[in-house]
Structure formats: structure tokens, C-alpha cells
């Protein structure tokens, strides 16, 4: 109604102040009779209700300005910089097995890929790219995010998690908050391998709200981007703050309980062909390692498997084991039947819903959405049909996630009921963070640096 | 001891095929990157023509002062002298007194070009993107003026927020190449 009113004011003003001479008055005619129909903004194109007017004075139109975007060459400097600081990153913790070159090379990151490039794009969000890529067939991943989400996991195929060490800028930005090197509030075994699970569960849902092009939530809940563009939403900004007062006391809570690419660099790092070790070369299990790791990641040597335990533990495990298609098959029923829900986070299924409910009477009032929808003069049913093709989607997709879901859980069981043996302190392949910390702890590294010092001063006294 | 080191050899060579397989996997992703490739990189631009002028766009950019401004298309402007960009439903005068203005910001100017037509420009380090002269113009006038993303500003963040918070669908994607969506002329 008030449209109509703003039209009827629109008209007179038209009428009482109406710019060209009169001889356009038969376009006036046609033009004032489409005014009411396209009084609602957004429904086509332009149209001319007031001529362009002819200048006699000489007058020259300016051009609307388009300032062109960033130059893509930057972007492609971006994806070399990071294969170089992968590379130096990899030698460092693998050959120079110096925790203060990591520290500057780490600094080096959080200032280039956070505050220069402004976090974004990263390897964590490009994951989501790719699965897009894969599910959308129009939509293809720029060069540069392709090898953002490739080469870390190339890296740490080879050599670890060297990315996490000193590549990473959110990595960066915890362990530079992190105020105890060890000592600080460790986290039980038990606790982390339950936290962590939310860092599976996040990376499933990314995927699904990825392929089925509804929302890339990573980047929606990234908590230190905001950090580094030094501006965004206030909730993310008192999130990643929370994060960074918690990584004060807890070595870096984002890379272990929720970062959704870590989950695959773990499971990489788990096969890599070369891997961070304390010792150079020997363990002489004096112990001095043991609490140096701020992340929880240094396995002790184990005794034997006690004899009464035995037994227990065999039927334990074969328990898991049965349970573990079980585990599987409930978690797709589950993602799949959470179908209703989870497609509301497509933009389609949520207008689909609302106009339905407006339709139907059992709401008053419109959003900003269900108007851009009418004015856009398509059929509710088309709409309704658009939605429930998405929400189809969702039922597949959505059971591949709780299948994964239930998979991770059944075989973080069964890893928690085998007993591993170990001779030596040894760090954990799958969370070693490669930071260096615990090289110094290690007295054959002492011997190592002072072996290699010698030799050095050899050389320099006899050339 | 013959029987545990063909255990190990065993755990060796399986170890080395996963790992084998997953540097295979990881080709395999990119192959099927490049055989998809096509020279696209994209940025975030709003097609005017869906664009219904709500006001996210000054609010949800990551951007302090948003990304998105008021860009004018002279060629489809009416010179009017009543601008209903310009001037607020009840205007107490038809001048450019800052009470008669529509825009919070004062971003538009106006200038006399010849009796009866103005020249409305727009000065962008004042504009914040609302679109309430947007939603004037389009409503009473030619529409020439609407809403861009201007990329001397926008970072092209993987997801854009304002694409996110959009009602209407017009923020997607568009190859870097044309990085606008300039409305025309449209002659009948």
C-alpha cells in the first residue's frame, strides 16, 4: 500500500515538476501508464519514465568509472610465496631443526598471509572450493585456490605437517599467543580425541553445505580473519578473541578441536614419508622431552601388554569392530533424515519455506527476500519445485556425511583399544604440529649442535 | 625372526601403496581441476537489474566502509530537476539543503547543467552503500543509478558476506574480465 501511495506522490511530483518540453508528451502517455506496474524495484530493466534530455550548452555526459580488480599476477605471487615458504618451512624442521628459525619463518607467514593478503584465500577455506567444483559443474576453482588446497597436502605427504609449523597464519596467530612453551594446561588424552571429533564433524558439514552450493561455512566462522582484516562481524571478533585468550593457556585449541583441513593433513601426515623426530638420532629415554609438547603430541615408550588386560581388550576390540558398520549405517540414516533441517541453509529451500508460510497465511508481513522473490514475478509453485530438488540433494550428501561421521567415530574407538608398542618418546604422527619445540629438550640434539660446531671450526681452521 | 621381518616388509609395502594412492588421489584432483579449467577468475559484482536496493550491502561487508557504492549511468539519467535519488519523499525545498537530501551521507551531488536539468554525481568516499537513493530512482525515475561492488576496494573474500545476507540473489559471481554489470541504455 505504501508503494502504491509513494507512486501516487511519485505521479503528481512528475506531473507539477516535469523536466522536458512538452513535445515528449506521447512518451509521457506509455511511460506514466508502465509506472504503477513496475513501481516495485528490481522487476527489469530500466525504464526511461524521463528521457535523457538533448544539452545545447555543450554539456559532455561523464562515464560511470570502473576501477579494475586486484591484477591476478599478485594472486599467482601468492601461490609462489607459499610453495617457497613450504619448501624453507619443510628444510627447517627436517634438516636445520632450528625452533627459532621456525618462530621467524611462522612470523613471516602470520604478517604475509594474514595482515598483507588479509587471510583469505586459504588453504582451510579452499577445501570447500574444490568440493564445489566437483558437485557444481559451472563452477570452476581459480588456479591460484587450487593450489592453496593442493600443495600443503602434497607437503605433508613428504614431510609432515610442516604447513602447520610455520605456513599457516591462523596457526601462526595461536602459537604466537601461546605464553607457556610446556607446562601450560595439558589436555587428557581421552578429552582431546573427544574435542577433536568436532573438527570431523565440521569438516562434513562444510563438504555437504559446500557441494550443495548453499554456504561456505568455513570462511562464514573463521575466527581470526576478522584479526587480520582488522574489521568484520562482531560475534566472529569476540569468537576469535575467546579463542586467542584460550590458546594463551591451551597450545593452540583451533588447530586441534576444530580445524576442518587439519583433519585431512592429519591423516596425511600419518603416511608421510619423512617426519619430524626429538632426537637427531638415538633415544635415551632420559625423560627431559616428555612434558616440552604444548600440544599434547609427544607418545611415551609403552611396557608390554599387561597379561590380565589382555583378554579384556581383545573382546573390546572385537566388539568395535562389529560395531563399526553399525556406527556407519546410523550415522546415514541420521544425516540423511536430518534432511529438513540441514537444507535450510540453502537461500532457495528458506525463501521456499517462508513464501509457503506467507501463502498459506500462517505468517503476517514479508521479508526482504519473499519481496525480491514476488517482484522477480515467478510462480510460487516453480519455487516450491526449485526447493524440494535442493532438499533431494541434501538426503544423499547428507548420508555420506553421517556415514563419515560414524566411521570416525567407530575407528577412533577401535584406535583407542589397541595397544600400541613404542620403545622410544616418539612424537604422535597425526598431531605433531612440527613446531620444533621439543628439539632442544633433547640432549643427543645438544651433542648434534655441538658436533656440528666443531666441525664448522674445523673447517674454518684448516682452510 | 624370519616370520617378523616379513611382517615388517609386509607393514612397509602396505604403508607405501596408501601412501602411493594418496599422492594418486591427490593427482587426481587435479587433473580433474585442470581438464575443467577455463581461464575464470571471478570477483563479486551485484546484477542492478535483481538488486532491490535493502541496505545489506552497507552493513554485512566485511569492509568497515562497504565495498559496495552508488555508481550513476549517466546515459540513462533524466537530468531531472526533482531527483527522487536526490531529494527525500517530502522534500521542504527543492534545493541542496542538507534537510532536503535523501542520503544520509550527503554523497550526491548536485549541479546545474542547463535550465531545467542537474547533474547528480556521486562522491565515493562518502557513499556507504546504503541504496536508498537507489530505491528513489528506481521507483519514480530511470533508475540510473544502482548499486556496484567497486573493486579498487572489495577483497574478493572466498565467501562474500554481503552475497550471503543478499535476499534477492543478485551478488554471484562474474568473471574478473567484465567485472561490472553497467545498466544500459534501453531504448523502446
Not at chain 1, 506522490?9 to 506521447?26: H, K, R
Not at chain 1, 578429552?191 to 557441494?211: C, I, K, P, T
Not at chain 1, 585449541?253 to 591423516?267: A, D, E, K, M
Not at chain 1, 519473499?370 to 535442493?390: N, W
Request: glycine content about 10%.
Amino acid at each position: 500500500m505504501i508503494r502504491f501511495g509513494y507512486i501516487i506522490i511519485g505521479i503528481s511530483f512528475f506531473l507539477i515538476f516535469c523536466p522536458a518540453p512538452i513535445v515528449y508528451g506521447g512518451r509521457y502517455g506509455l511511460t506514466l501508464s508502465l509506472a504503477p506496474g513496475s513501481g516495485s524495484i528490481g522487476a527489469g530493466s530500466a525504464v526511461e519514465r524521463f528521457p535523457p534530455p538533448e544539452f545545447e550548452s555543450g554539456y559532455q555526459q561523464p562515464l560511470t568509472t570502473t576501477p579494475a580488480p586486484r591484477q591476478s599476477i599478485y594472486e599467482y605471487i601468492d601461490a609462489v610465496v607459499l610453495l617457497v615458504v613450504l619448501g624453507l618451512s619443510s628444510y627447517l624442521v627436517l634438516k636445520k631443526r632450528s625452533r627459532r628459525a621456525i618462530f621467524i619463518l611462522m612470523v613471516f607467514s602470520l604478517v604475509y598471509f594474514g595482515f598483507w593478503r588479509k587471510g583469505c584465500v586459504c588453504p582451510i577455506g579452499a577445501t570447500q572450493n574444490i568440493v564445489l567444483s566437483i558437485f557444481d559443474r559451472d563452477y570452476v576453482v581459480p588456479v591460484v585456490t587450487a593450489v592453496f588446497f593442493l600443495s600443503p597436502l602434497v607437503f605433508t605427504l613428504f614431510f609432515g605437517r610442516t604447513f602447520c609449523a610455520a605456513v599457516c597464519p591462523l596457526g601462526a596467530l595461536q602459537d604466537f599467543v601461546l605464553l607457556s612453551a610446556h607446562g601450560g594446561v595439558s589436555v587428557p588424552n581421552w578429552l582431546e580425541s573427544g574435542l577433536r571429533l568436532f573438527a570431523y564433524v565440521y569438516l562434513g558439514m562444510a563438504v555437504l553445505f559446500a557441494a550443495t552450493g548453499s554456504a561456505f561455512i568455513i570462511c562464514r566462522y573463521d575466527p581470526f580473519v576478522s584479526f587480520f582484516r582488522l574489521s568484520g562481524n562482531f560475534n566472529i571478533l569476540v569468537l576469535g578473541a575467546c579463542f586467542l585468550v584460550v590458546g594463551v593457556f591451551i597450545g593452540r585449541p583451533y588447530c586441534r578441536f576444530v580445524c576442518p583441513y587439519g583433519v585431512i593433513l592429519r591423516q596425511l601426515s600419518r603416511i608421510s614419508k619423512w617426519r619430524v623426530t626429538i632426537t637427531p638420532d638415538e633415544c635415551v629415554k632420559c625423560r627431559l622431552c616428555e612434558d616440552s609438547c604444548p600440544f599434547g603430541a609427544i607418545r611415551e615408550p609403552t611396557a608390554n601388554w599387561p597379561i590380565y588386560e589382555y583378554g579384556k581388550g581383545k573382546k573390546r576390540l572385537a566388539f568395535f569392530i562389529i560395531l563399526l558398520p553399525v556406527l556407519i549405517f546410523l550415522g546415514g540414516w541420521l544425516g540423511s533424515s536430518l534432511k529438513t533441517v540441514t537444507s535450510r541453509m540453502h537461500d532457495t529451500v528458506r525463501l521456499a519455506e517462508r513464501v509457503y508460510l506467507e501463502e498459506t497465511g500462517q505468517v503476517e508481513g514479508t521479508t526482504d527476500a519473499s519481496l525480491a522473490f514476488r517482484a522477480t514475478g515467478k510462480e510460487a509453485k516453480e519455487l516450491y519445485g526449485e526447493a524440494s530438488d535442493i532438499r533431494a540433494q541434501f538426503g544423499p550428501v547428507g548420508s555420506l556425511l553421517g556415514g563419515f561421521v560414524g566411521l570416525v567415530i567407530g575407528l577412533k574407538l577401535i584406535g583407542l583399544s589397541v595397544w600400541r608398542q613404542r620403545t622410544d618418546y616418539v612424537p604422535d604422527r597425526a598431531s605433531c604440529l612440527a613446531c620444533g619445540r621439543c628439539f632442544q629438550y633433547c640432549p643427543r640434539e645438544h651433542v648434534r649442535l655441538k658436533n656440528a660446531k666443531e666441525a664448522r671450526q674445523g673447517r674454518g681452521e684448516s682452510s | 625372526m624370519a616370520e617378523n621381518s616379513n611382517g615388517i616388509a609386509r607393514r612397509h609395502f602396505l604403508k607405501d601403496s596408501l601412501w602411493g594412492a594418496c599422492l594418486a588421489f591427490l593427482g587426481g584432483i587435479t587433473g580433474f581441476l585442470v581438464s575443467k579449467f577455463r581461464k575464470t577468475e571471478t570477483v563479486w559484482q551485484i546484477d542492478p537489474y535483481k538488486c532491490i536496493a535493502c541496505g545489506n550491502c552497507a552493513t554485512y561487508c566485511v569492509l568497515e566502509k562497504s565495498a559496495v557504492k552508488c555508481v550513476h549511468a549517466y546515459a540513462i539519467c533524466g537530468y531531472c530537476r526533482i531527483c527522487f535519488g536526490f531529494f527525500g519523499p517530502e522534500p521542504f525545498d527543492i534545493n541542496e539543503g542538507a534537510e532536503n537530501q535523501l542520503c544520509p551521507t550527503g554523497a550526491i551531488k548536485r549541479t546545474f547543467v542547463e535550465d531545467p536539468y542537474y547533474e547528480y554525481t556521486i562522491d565515493e568516499s562518502l557513499c556507504i552503500g546504503c541504496g536508498k537513493c537507489v530505491k528513489g530512482c528506481n521507483t519514480f525515475g530511470n533508475g540510473s543509478l544502482f548499486l556496484q561492488v567497486r573493486h579498487d576496494r572489495c577483497l574478493n573474500c572466498n565467501e562474500c558476506s554481503i552475497a550471503a545476507a543478499c535476499p534477492s540473489g543478485a551478488h554471484k559471481r562474474v568473471p574478473a574480465n567484465k567485472p561490472y554489470i553497467l545498466k544500459k541504455v534501453d531504448h523502446a
